[in-house]
């Protein structure tokens, strides 16, 4: 198996421009995608990624866009069918697997993660980006897959959970040497020491169990 990451500029990205001014980050990938006329039909998922505010304004603006053509929301995941251009068909080849979900980040970046038995299938890609996006290489190597990331492994957690994750996350906390504290933190969210500690212990249990499974 060949496999391809690749970071690249989203800036001609409908999506990634939207991450880029509304400041939030956009995790997903396509579940399935189909020649419509001379565009290309893409029915994708993913999460969302920021404060709320931002979220929904973003989830306003790509509701006005024309080539949205259907959109659903659960909290920050979203599912959408959208109308892309038809010079995108090398990176909708149906040989390529999805090794994790594209990565848009507020920075402007695209990071793609992919796999393929035909290496052609990968150069049409790399080279496609390379040339309208100024990707650059992470890895193009030959080597056996182990694993494949997709939002199913996600559990569920409370509104509250995720917060107190996300704010830990942003801050530095999981990070050596730790940038702040659980008191910072718990100040930061409006909560008392105790309260925030439950919410946040349960988020990382949840995950660490969850992911754990997936080993």
Known sequence: MWLLKTKMSGSAF?????????????????????????????????????????????????????????????GDFVVALAHQPGKLR???????????????????????????????????VYNYAKKHHSASLMHLKQGTITNIQVAGIHPKITKKQKQALGLAIEHGYYEYPKKIGLVALAKKMKLSYSTFQAHLKKAEGKLLINTYKTL
């Open 14 to 74: 409908p999506l990634a421009a939207v991450a880029m001014k509304f400041q939030i980050d956009f995790t997903g990938y396509p579940l399935s995608f189909y020649k419509d006329g001379k565009s290309i039909a893409v029915l994708m998922a993913g999460f969302m990624i920021g404060p709320d505010k931002d979220k929904e304004a973003a989830i306003r603006f790509l509701k006005q866009r024309k080539d949205i053509v259907h959109m659903e929301r659960h």
């Open 90 to 124: 090398h990176i909708y080849d149906p040989r390529i697997i999805r090794m994790s979900p594209s990565h848009l980040s507020k920075e402007g970046d695209v990071i793609w993660d992919m796999a393929a038995w035909d290496k052609q299938a990968l150069l049409d």
